[in-house]
Structures are given as structure tokens and as C-alpha cells.
């Protein structure tokens, strides 16, 4: 199974970017989808979290102004990230947990996508 991330990039403060994430291989189901990020000298962090049935959770730190989705037709994740600050600035990784065939669940990561946040 891969987890491929995209759309990070450059952005000044106040604005938006799209993050998306896209399982692919061996799956059964796409259980639990997230979000983390990290910072250099920092623990990765969790941002937001989404169940298969789109039960939803998110980091105070991110609480109404980032948005989790996802579509369980193409095993995808995606973030919406509006009113950026400079302190958003990390590498988003996505996460999985996914049956790849029943009943045994693995984590899977992303490979991490720049965001920069610009004052």
C-alpha cells in the first residue's frame, strides 16, 4: 500500500491550500484517515483526523480553520487549510489505517508535503 500526498507549497499568511492524499495497492478498506505534521526538532504532530464513516477530529490548534474529507470511493484524504499563520509552517503527512485483507490493519505514511506559511 502507498500513500501518495500532494499539494503543499508557498502561501502568506491568511490564505489557503489544498492538501490531498490518495491510497493505492493491496487494500481491502481505508479505515481511519489523518493528518499529522512536524516541524525540525519537533515531535510529529497530530492535526485532524477522519473515520471511514467521516466522523471527524481536529487539533485545537487547527479547530475552524482546517477541514478533513475524504472520498471512499478513491481511497483519498484530503485537508483544507484556510487563514494559514506562519506557525502552520511544517511537512503535512498523511496516514492510514488499512486493511489489506481481512482482518489484518496496518498503519501506513505518506511521504510528507512542504507547507510554507509566509508572513
Known amino acids: 500500500v502507498q500513500l501518495q500526498a500532494s499539494g503543499g507549497g508557498l502561501v502568506q499568511a491568511g490564505g489557503s491550500l489544498r492538501l490531498s492524499c490518495a491510497a493505492s495497492g493491496m487494500i481491502f478498506s481505508v479505515n481511519d484517515m489523518a493528518w499529522f505534521r512536524q516541524t525540525p526538532g519537533k515531535d510529529r504532530e497530530l492535526v485532524a483526523t477522519?473515520?471511514?464513516?467521516?466522523?471527524?477530529n481536529y487539533a485545537d490548534f487547527v479547530k475552524g480553520r482546517f477541514t478533513i474529507s475524504r472520498d471512499n470511493t478513491k481511497n483519498t484524504v484530503s485537508l483544507q487549510m484556510n487563514s494559514l499563520k506562519t506557525e502552520d509552517t511544517a511537512v503535512y503527512y498523511c496516514?492510514?489505517?488499512?486493511?489489506?485483507?481481512?482482518?489484518?490493519?496496518?498503519?501506513?505514511w505518506g511521504q510528507g508535503t512542504l507547507v510554507t506559511v509566509s508572513s
Open positions: 477522519i473515520t471511514s464513516r467521516r466522523r471527524t
Open positions: 496516514n492510514a489505517k488499512v486493511m489489506v485483507r481481512f482482518p489484518d490493519e496496518y498503519e501506513f
